[in-house]
């Protein structure tokens, strides 16, 4: 199970002395998510836990970076409460969203933040996000979300917010229960978005709508709008436009997101795998187009992204481009995540002096689950890995087995160190995409549909009696561990299952 060099010690699996410890898990850690291109320019959002999770913006310019964010503030939009898209930026300017009081405000270069959004009545009573300028520059565009006592629960609708400081917002379009993905056409013409009804969630059953709108200084007002694709079991997300000014989007109408182009009842891009996430937040880009119109995507495969030219990544988001210029943020087994802009790497969320056979890839899984084992889920299987250490040849070791989140998240394709911090010493580890996670297409999502808390908590105990069966972990010690819905399936398989020894549910649902 180990591999192991001539002057390694010998040791029982999980007493294995590791580098990687509790407080390198946290400590100088830089979590980057949301990147733009801005010409030749590149901004990013970066989470510091060593200044209590505080969001900052950052810009690299002429090979500098600078903090672009006053330091008290922190980015971050509560809309959907889960927030995502809570800054833009373009031509040098910065539009953001501050956490504590959730106004929205505008900061051009060498100038200080202007508040763009007015004080409402009761503290963070308007909450936005997702918001882009118009071709003019007046107004943004934006998700809003109202919060009101009088009302049986928040309206969310689409706002043009006035950039001039007079703190205006118009209401463009109210009356469905959510809104997300609000985009302009080159020419400003015309507006899409998507929106969403209860009880659905936004990987489920979604409208992509498309109205004509008109762009003035003193105003912007939108026609009646159309639906053009969504709706009947049907998920759409990240519409965009091309630089011709065709609005595509990606649809799951045949079993995996792929890329459509409105008009077309085939898709434009559909590789074998999967380009599309659930927007659990704002502002996700899984796609864009380079000054050609030629799509540039990241794709899921068996628990894997990729991205052609990028093959030792393994994990890639907010893929954006200005004219050629592509950007993203991307990791990999052994490297967190950094920063890309126009092929080069402008920032990288820490070096980590930890040797390579700690990192060492997992092995990707598919075994026989349901009651009589009749269908298949899927798993990333970490084996222990410290050159220092191998156990004795009859040991065989204890395994973690993870359940994510969401439910309809999936496992991740990248450097966790508190896994490694695990495998180091001497712990095997599966990270379960069960039935229900995505990557997989549409079918393989809903499978947790009136299953949750049986279907999800049966591909655990599989997973861990497959590896046990197949002789890579000690069946007597078999651990199961995960957070929010991750937690409830802990909790499920602990009390309706004798397979697991231990678990720890985190904040479980």
């Known amino acids: 199970m180990s591999t192991c060099s001539s002057d390694s010690i010998t040791a029982p699996y999980g007493t294995w002395i590791s580098p990687i410890t509790a407080d390198m898990l946290v400590s100088g850690a830089a979590g980057i998510n949301e990147v733009v291109p801005d010409g030749d320019s590149v901004w ?14 950052l810009r690299w310019h ?31 300017c910065l539009w953001y969203v501050d956490y504590q009081d959730q106004r929205l405000r505008m900061k ?38 109202r919060h009101d006592a009088a009302m049986p629960e928040p309206q969310n609708l689409l706002v043009a917010i006035a950039t001039d400081g007079s703190q205006q917002q118009r209401e463009l379009v109210v009356g469905s229960d ?33 109205a004509d709108v008109t762009i003035t200084q003193t105003g912007v007002v939108v026609s009646e709008p159309t639906a053009i694709a969504g709706g009947d079991n049907e998920a759409i997300v990240q519409p965009r436009w091309s630089p011709g000014g065709t609005l595509h989007y990606v649809s799951d109408r045949n ?25 659990w937040v704002h502002g996700l880009s899984r796609y864009d187009f380079d000054s050609q119109g030629n799509i540039i995507a990241a794709v899921f495969k068996g628990g894997i992204d990729s991205l052609d030219g990028y093959p030792e990544r393994t994990h890639f988001q907010s893929i954006r481009l200005s004219g050629d210029r592509l950007s993203f943020a991307s990791a990999s087994w052994s490297e967190e995540t950094s920063v890309h802009f126009d092929g080069q790497i402008v920032r990288q969320a820490r070096a980590l002096d930890i040797a390579d056979e700690f990192m060492r890839a997992p092995e990707i899984i598919s075994f026989p689950t349901g009651e009589d084992d009749t269908e298949t889920a899927h798993a990333l299987f970490y084996a222990p890995a410290n050159p220092g250490y191998h156990a004795p040849e009859t040991e ?37 995409n069960y039935r229900g ?26 997973v861990a009696q497959y590896l046990a069966q197949r002789g890579d972990v000690d069946r007597d010690r078999l651990i199961i561990r995960g957070g929010s819905a991750g937690g409830y399936t802990v909790l499920c398989a602990l009390a309706f299952h004798d397979t697991f020894t231990a678990g720890a549910s985190l904040y479980g649902v």
């Open 108 to 145: 051009q270069p060498g100038q200080e933040p202007v508040v763009l959004t007015a004080q409402p009545a009761q503290p963070r009573a308007w909450r936005y996000a997702d918001f882009r300028p118009t071709p003019c520059g007046h107004w943004l565009i934006s998700v809003a979300e």
């Open 44 to 57: 990013w959002a970066e989470s510091r836990p060593d200044e209590g999770g505080r969001v900052a913006i």
């Open 437 to 462: 996670s995505s990557g997989f297409g549409r079918a393989y999502r809903q499978k947790l549909h009136g299953q949750w808390g049986v279907a999800d908590v049966e591909d655990c105990v599989k």
């Open 396 to 432: 065989k070791p204890p395994l973690i087995v993870l359940a994510h989140g969401g439910p309809t998240s999936a496992a991740r394709s990248q450097l966790t160190l508190a896994l490694r911090f695990w495998t180091s010493r001497g712990f095997a580890v599966a990270d379960v």
């Open 62 to 92: 002429d090979g500098q970076i600078q903090e672009q964010t006053p330091a008290e503030t922190n980015v971050r939009t509560t809309a959907h409460e889960y927030g995502g898209g809570s800054w833009w930026a373009a031509e040098g």
């Open 178 to 210: 959510f809104y997300g993905s609000p985009c302009l056409s080159p020419d400003g013409t015309q507006l899409a978005w998507v929106q969403w009804e209860h009880p659905n969630m936004p990987w489920d059953d979604t409208t992509l709508m498309l």
């Open 255 to 279: 079993d995996w997101w792929h890329v459509y182009a409105h008009g077309t009842d085939n898709p434009v891009l559909a590789p074998e795998g999967e380009i599309g996430y659930p927007p």
